[in-house]
């Protein structure tokens, strides 16, 4: 198994411009999230999905789109980047929702918008 | 809404001694969980130990163990034995028992000395 996988590492855009960020993971769970981290700040949830073709609204949702055509990938969508997006983002997912059910994290994708 | 704070910003400790890093929490629920994430310089967030709140008796993992004081909602992590790889991001974070959604501190930076 893969795992979670996220691309790309790395990415530099300018403010305004659009990009999606990839995330896959090939363990067959049904729950999959968008974190965002930022200096001094914990992980902070951006939009979560319980299964192919249901997403919600995590704690910072605004400036970004999601949609989950496929149980295996959840990408995350900045329509227009502004510079307030600059943050490392972690795709995380897991198998079932509550009780015990770990939750795997991607390597992550450091964003920059100039 | 439940927050997490972890009042350290950064802690040292000698190779081989023990740290305790800490935790506090602010939630009305009774069943949750409450987890320690360590983060290299790789990024990668890695799981070290989970408590579930129904449970009285505090989680352990080898070298890793906290003591949870759930009516004064702290949980904190204790690092025997510390090495070098113990280096690191260490994030406190809760989770309700029913959903997914996961809060986290803000992180203690850990540096361990040779």
């Known amino acids: 198994n893969a795992g979670v996988t996220q691309t790309p590492k790395f990415q530099v855009l300018k403010t305004g411009q659009s990009m999606t960020l990839q995330c896959a993971q090939d363990?067959?769970?049904?729950?999959m999230s968008w974190y965002r981290q930022d200096p001094g700040m914990g992980l902070r949830l951006i939009h979560y999905s319980v299964g192919a073709g249901i997403t919600d609204q995590g704690e910072v949702p605004n400036g970004y789109n999601v949609s989950r055509s496929t149980t295996e990938d959840f990408p995350l969508r900045l329509l227009s980047a502004a510079p307030s997006q600059t943050s490392v983002y972690f795709c995380a997912s897991s198998y079932g929702i509550g009780q015990d059910y770990e939750q795997y994290f991607g390597p992550g994708t450091r964003l920059t918008v100039t | 809404a439940q927050t997490v704070t972890q009042s350290q910003p950064e802690m040292s400790v000698q190779e081989a001694e023990t740290v305790t890093l800490s935790c506090t929490y602010d939630?009305?629920?009774?069943?949750?969980?409450l987890f320690w994430y360590k983060q290299p310089p790789s990024r990668q967030m890695i799981l070290v130990i989970r408590q579930e709140a129904y449970k009285q008796q505090n989680a352990t993992e080898n070298r890793f163990s906290v003591n949870f004081q759930k009516a004064a909602k702290s949980f904190s992590l204790k690092i025997s034995d510390s090495q070098l790889g113990d280096a690191a991001m260490y994030f406190c974070?809760?989770?309700?028992?029913?959903?997914?959604?996961?809060?986290f501190g803000a992180g203690t930076r850990l540096t361990v000395k040779p």
């Open positions: 974070a809760y989770r309700m028992y029913n959903n997914n959604d996961m809060r």
């Open positions: 363990m067959n769970h049904e729950y």
């Open positions: 939630t009305s629920e009774s069943d949750y969980y």
